[in-house]
């Protein structure tokens, strides 16, 4: 048994699911994160199709192990921070805006639009993206830390977990009881 490559591959499937379930948890385990300003039927922001979470990645060496995402956005949603605005933004809003204005509900009679709650959440979500699209280019948008991998206090409880069971296979494994066999005589 070799000690420390078990506790570092022990300790990295007990993280690495913490860090899992920091999605489900909407927030950094015990902090919940902010709620985000747009309606959004699909559930936490973060959430919106699993790409973020299924792109987290481990990766452990001899003494270290290194969680990460090769998704471009990834950073700035697990540190916040500020993103400046390009064309290119602009044209994904637009588009996005379009998707969401078409799926308003409109009367057939009147020509205006069915005030249900669908239409009310698909405004919503149209007006947030049209909101983004007029943003001058260069102009700066705050993004809240919606932080899922990273240190946390409730960490230092788990290495200690994992350290203790990982002592205690140790021991039932290697420093086994010596079992004593009676020796025979030799006439």
């Known amino acids: 048994m070799n000690l420390i490559k078990d506790f570092i591959r022990d300790l990295r499937v007990e993280l690495t699911d913490e860090f899992d379930r920091n999605f489900e948890r909407k927030g950094f385990f015990n902090e919940k994160w902010e709620e985000t300003r747009l309606n959004n039927r699909r559930g936490s922001l973060l959430m919106r199709t699993g790409a973020l979470r299924r792109s987290i990645r481990c990766q ?6 290194r969680w990460f995402s090769s998704l471009p956005y990834a950073s700035i949603h697990n540190d916040g921070g500020v993103i400046t605005v390009t064309g290119k933004m602009k044209k994904y809003f637009w588009a996005m805006y379009l998707k ?7 009367s057939v009679k009147t020509r205006n639009a069915v005030n249900n709650q669908r239409t009310k959440r698909l405004s919503a979500e149209a007006e947030f993206f049209k909101a983004m699209a007029l943003k001058k280019v260069g102009s700066k948008i705050k993004i ?27 021991e039932k494994e290697v420093l086994k009881p010596v079992v004593e066999l009676p020796l025979k005589r030799i006439s």
């Not at 969401?100 to 409109?106: C, Q």
């Not at 932080?147 to 350290?163: A, K, T």
């Open 60 to 65: 452990s060496g001899s003494n270290t192990i």
């Open 100 to 106: 969401a204005r078409g799926g308003i509900v409109y």
């Open 144 to 170: 809240t830390k919606r932080q899922f991998i990273g240190y946390h206090d409730d960490i230092n409880g788990i290495v200690e977990r994992v350290f203790s069971d990982t002592m205690q296979r140790f």
